[in-house]
Nanobody, 127 residues
Framework: QVRLVESGGGSVQAGGSLRLSCAAPGLTYTYNRYCMGWFRQASGNEREGVAT????????NYADSVKGRFTISRDNAKNTLYLQMDSLKPEDTAMYYC??????????????????WGQGTQVTVSS
């Protein structure tokens, strides 16, 4: 079973920055088999894709709403995924989740492609 653990959420004012992390303990030798993604879910809304990164970290994809403000990255040596969030807006307020599909699965922004999920970390942006 793949276990994902997010951290780094919090409360910031609009225009501020946060960096989320997602550790994958237990995937020391297989982490690079997984595309990884960040998703978010605001209260009353469906869970939406924010960003994805391929197994090597060389290809990224972003939702239009975060392009130019968020940066996804990964450190395969540390089994860790990151999301650097800059120029935060109140509409970025949500629970943020990291997720992984099956091994060697494609990297899509659709939540339906992802099998493994973390517990989430809350991000709150005030105006």
């Amino acid at each position: 079973q793949v276990r994902l653990v997010e951290s780094g959420g919090g409360s910031v004012q609009a225009g501020g920055s946060l960096r989320l992390s997602c550790a994958a303990p237990g995937l020391t030798y297989t982490y690079n088999r997984y595309c990884m993604g960040w998703f978010r879910q605001a209260s009353g809304n469906e869970r939406e894709g924010v960003a994805t990164i391929d197994r090597s970290g060389g290809v990224t994809n972003y939702a239009d709403s975060v392009k130019g403000r968020f940066t996804i990255s990964r450190d395969n040596a540390k089994n860790t995924l990151y999301l650097q969030m800059d120029s935060l807006k109140p509409e970025d307020t949500a629970m943020y989740y990291c997720a992984a599909p099956r091994p060697f699965w494609s990297c899509a922004l659709s939540r339906y492609d992802y099998k493994y999920w973390g517990q989430g970390t809350q991000v709150t942006v005030s105006s």
